[in-house]
C-alpha cells in the first residue's frame, strides 16, 4: 500500500503539489489526469524520491517512503521524453538496473530477453540507441521497467511524444502488459493529459488541477459524475461546454434567442441560476437548429473540431467525419439534452444525466 | 552579379589565410638561413636567394655547453606543467561544474550563479596582478622554480575554462538522463561516473583543449615564477630573442612550439563541424 | 535532493581554488597598505599612502589605462567584425570549407608571445620583408619605433593572434542557428543581406555579446605582445595598465605601490566590465528591461 498524506510542494512561491492524498493499493492501476503543469509530473517524481516536498508523508507498505533515497526505493519510471543511456546498446540498457540490484548473469540474460520480447525488440539487442526510432526507444525505456519488477511503476506521459498512429497502437499493448503482467502485486501510475487515454486505461482516475488532486475514483464514476465544472472541463477533450444559465418553466435560458429544453429528469434543480454543461459530441450540425456562426474549424484524425459563437455564447463542437466548413459560415446546431450535466453556481455537480452515482 | 559575389568570397578567404600564413612562411624560410642571409635584408627563397643551412634548428638539440640552446628540455617541461594542470583543472572542474549544473546551493546569499562568476572571474586577474604574491608564497613553501609550484599557478588559469565549458555543456545534458540513472538504482557517483560522464566525451574534450591551449601558451607565471631548474618552453625562446638575436634558431623554435597545438586545431574543428561546440561555448 | 552529494562534487574545486587564491589577494590588500620596496622591504603599514599617490599624482597609471581601453575597444571590435565576416565565409557552402576553418583556426592556437618574437621580425625596419616589399614604393615606416605605428603593430598582431578565437566561438553560434528561422526568409524571398539583417545578426545577439565580453576579459589582459614587441616603448606609447604594474612592481621593486595599482585595477576593470554589459546588451538587443 503506497499512501500519501497531505503532500505540500512549494518552489520559489509557485504552487507544485498541495495537499495531495492518496492510497494506491498493490494490483491497482492509478491513472493521473490533468493538463499540462497540473503537478503529474511532481507528483510522480515525489514518489519516485526525486523531488523533496515541503510537508506531508508517503510511505510504502507501512515503511516512511521519505528516509529511503531513490536509488534504494525500487521503483520503475518512464519518461515521456524517451529518455535511455546513449552510451549502451539495447540489452545494456535493459540489463543496467538488473546489474545494479546484484542479479546474476542467468538471470540477467533470462530477463532482459523477456522483456525484450515482451515489447516486441527481438532482434534489436546489440542496437544502440540512436539507431532506433522514437517508439523503439520508448519501447527500450518500458522494457527496462518491466525487467525490474519493481513494486511501483510510473509512466509519466509515456505516449504523449509518439505520432498519433503508433501511440494508438503502443497504448494497446501497454494496457494489455500492464493487465496481463503488472497487476498482480504492482501498483501502476499512470499520468496523461489525455481523458480518452485516461479512460480507456480505467482503473482509479485522479485528476489534477493546479497540485491538486480534486476528483478521484473509479474512471466510469468520475466521467460520469464530474465533482466540478474544472474536472468535467479537465475530463473531455474538447473541454465540456459549459454556459451560465437560468432554470425556469422547463427550460434553460442562457442568452437571446439561446433557450435549451430541459432533460426528462431534473428532480433536485431548483429554479433559478445554475451552469448547465454538455459534450462537444453531443452537438450536431442539423437544419432547423439555432444558428451558430463558425469561428474556425480543424480536422483531427476522422473528426473535425469547429468553435462555434452566437453572441457572446460560444462552444466547441466534435463531430463525425470531415465537415467542411469556412470561416464566419452560419451553420445551424442542435444540442442533445439528453446528456445535460447541470452545475451550480458554486460550480458543484448538481444533476448528471447518468443519475445519481449508486 | 552571382559569380561576381563569389570571386569576392574567395579572395577574401585567400587574403585572410595569405595573413595566417605569411608568418609561418617567413619563419620556415628563415629557420635555414644564417647570419649572412638574415642581415643582408629579406630573402624568402631558399637555394634562389639564399643558401640554406640546418644550423638553426641542430643548435636546438645540442646542449649550452657545447653552444647549443638545448630545447627538448624546456619542451618536456611545458609538456607536463600543461598536461597535470589540465588533468587535475578538468578532473575538479568537472566535478563542480555538474554539482553547479544539476544542484541547487545556497551559503548565505550566494547561489549557483555566484559560485559559476566566481569560477570565471578568475580570468579577468591578469598574470602581473597575480604573480607577486605567487612568488611570495611559492618561496615560503619551497616552490619556486619547482613543476609542481607552477601546476598550482596553472591550476588558477585553467579551472575557470574548465567550469566555464562544462557548465554549458552539463545543462544540455538531460537532468532526466541522471534521474534515470538513480531510480534504476545508481547512487549520485555511480549515476555520474557511470552515466552522466560516458556521455559528456564532446565536453570533455572541448574542455582540454582550451585548457591545453590557455596551459601550453602562457608566458608571463613561468617567466616570472621560475629561473633555471624548470624553464618553459615559451620563456626559453624569448629568452634568446633578447640575446644576439639568432633568428635561424628563434624561427625553428618557435615552429617547434607551434606544432603540437595544431593537431588542437584538427580536433577542435572536428567537433565544431559536428555541432558538439555549439553547446559548450556560449 | 538533500543528500550530501552535492558537496562532494562542488568542494573538492572549488576549496582548491579558494586556498591558492585566498593568499595572492589577502596579501595584495595588505601589500597595497604597506610601502615595500627596494630600500625598504618588509611589510610596514603606511596606511592608505598608496593610494594617495595613485589618485593624486601618477598619470602615468592612468594614461596606461586609457591605453588599455584603446587597445582593447579597437582589438576586440576589429576581431569581432572580421571574425564574423570569416565564420560566414566558411559557414557554408565553400569549397574546402572544413580545411579553411582548420586554418582561420590555427593563430589562437600558437604561443602568443612566441609568434610576436616571429612578428617582431616581420616588421623589421631594415631585415623584415613588410619593409622590403614597401620600400618598392619607397616607403619605409618604422613598425616598431614611431609612437603612432607603434601601436598599430601591436594592433595588427593581436587582431592576428585573437580573431580566430572570435571566430571560433560565432561559427559555433551559426552552425547551432535553427533552420527554420532561414527556410522561412528564404520563402519570403529575402536577398543574403536582408537574411543577415533579419534572422542571422538578431539571432546571433547573444552569442556576440558572449564572445565579446569573453574577448575583452581576455584582451584586457594584454602584456605578452607588447613585452616582446615593444617593451611599452617608445617612450610609453605602447604601454598598457599590466605592464606599467610590471614595471614599478618587478623591475622596480616597488612592491606596496604595485599592490595598490593591482587592487585598484581590479576594482576599475570590474566596473567597467559591468558598464560594458549593459551597453552591448542595450546595442544588440536594441532595449534594456
Known sequence: ?358 | MRSFYITLKYLAIALWTAFVVGPFLWALSTSFKDFSSVTSGAKYIPWLQFKPTLEGWNVLWRTPARGGVDIAEPFMNSLMVTTLASAISIALGTLAAYALSRYTFKFGFVKNNDITFFFISQRIMPPVVLSIPFFIMLSKFGLLDTIAGLVTVYIVLLMPIAVWIMVDFFNKVPRELDETALIDGCNPFQAFFQVVLPNSIPGLVVATMFCLIFGWTDFFFSFILTFTEVQLLPVRIVALNSSITPWWSLSAAALISVAPLLLVAFVVERFLSKGNLSGALK | MRYGHKYVFLLPGLLVLIAILIFPVIFTVRLSLSGWNSYNPGLDFVGIKNYVRLFTSDPRFWEAFSRLAFFSLTTVFLQYILGFGLALLVWRDVLFKRFFRVLFLIPMMTTPVIMTVIWKTVFHESLGPVNDFLSMFGLTPLWLSDPMLSKVTVIIVEVWQWTPFMFLLLLAGLLSLPKEAFLAASIDGAGPLRKFIYVTFPLMAPISIGAIIIRLIEASKIMDTIYVLTSGGPGTSTETTSFYIFIKGLREFQMGYSAAMSFTYLIVMILSLTVIVNILIRVFIGRND
Not at chain 1, 546484484?102 to 540512436?130: H, M, N, P, T
Not at chain 1, 439555432?290 to 466547441?316: C, D, K, P, Q, Y
Not at chain 1, 467542411?324 to 445551424?332: A, S, T
Request: charged content about 25%.
Open chain 1, 1 to 358: 500500500m503506497l499512501v500519501g498524506d497531505k503532500i505540500s510542494l512549494e518552489v520559489g512561491g509557485e504552487t507544485h503539489l498541495s495537499d495531495v492524498s492518496f492510497e494506491m493499493a498493490p494490483g491497482g492501476l492509478y491513472t493521473i489526469l490533468g493538463r499540462t503543469l497540473a503537478g503529474k509530473t511532481t507528483l510522480l517524481k515525489s514518489i519516485a524520491g526525486l523531488t523533496e516536498f515541503d510537508s506531508g508523508a508517503l510511505s510504502s507498505s507501512g515503511q516512511d517512503f521519505t528516509k529511503v533515497p531513490v536509488w534504494q526505493r525500487n521503483v520503475a519510471m518512464v519518461y515521456q521524453q524517451f529518455i535511455n543511456y546513449p552510451h549502451f546498446n539495447v540489452f545494456n540498457n535493459i540489463a543496467f538496473p538488473l546489474r545494479k540490484k546484484g542479479l546474476s548473469k542467468d538471470e540477467i540474460q533470462k530477463r532482459v530477453a523477456r522483456s525484450i520480447e515482451q515489447v516486441g525488440l527481438e532482434g534489436f539487442e546489440l542496437r544502440k540507441i540512436q539507431e532506433l526510432s522514437g517508439g523503439q526507444q520508448q519501447r527500450v525505456a518500458l522494457a527496462r521497467s518491466l525487467a525490474k519488477a519493481s513494486k511501483i511503476l510510473l509512466l509519466d506521459e509515456p505516449l504523449v511524444n509518439l505520432d498519433y498512429k503508433l501511440r494508438e497502437q503502443l497504448r494497446e499493448e501497454l494496457k494489455d502488459l500492464i493487465d496481463s503482467e503488472f497487476n498482480k502485486d504492482g501498483i501502476v501510475v499512470y499520468s496523461t493529459t489525455d481523458p480518452l487515454e485516461a479512460m480507456q486505461f480505467g482503473g482509479t482516475l485522479l485528476v489534477m488541477d493546479e497540485g491538486r488532486i480534486i476528483q478521484q475514483g473509479p474512471a466510469v464514476d468520475v466521467f460520469e459524475h464530474p465533482a466540478t465544472c474544472r474536472v468535467a472541463e479537465i475530463t473531455n477533450d474538447p473541454s465540456m461546454n459549459l454556459w451560465p444559465a437560468t432554470f425556469t418553466g422547463g427550460q434553460f435560458h442562457i442568452a437571446e434567442g439561446i433557450d435549451l429544453p430541459a432533460p426528462a429528469d431534473t428532480s433536485g434543480v431548483n429554479e433559478g441560476a445554475c451552469i448547465v454543461g454538455f459534450r462537444s459530441n453531443d452537438i450536431r450540425i442539423e437544419a432547423g437548429g439555432l444558428e451558430f456562426v463558425v469561428e474556425l474549424s480543424e480536422i483531427a484524425g476522422s473528426e473535425t473540431i469547429i468553435h462555434l459563437r452566437r453572441g457572446e455564447t460560444g462552444m466547441i463542437a466534435r463531430v463525425e467525419g470531415v465537415v467542411d466548413l469556412k470561416m464566419n459560415e452560419v451553420v445551424p446546431v442542435k444540442i442533445n439534452t439528453d446528456w445535460l450535466y447541470i452545475f451550480g453556481t458554486d460550480e458543484t455537480l448538481v444533476k448528471s444525466p447518468f443519475g445519481s452515482k449508486d
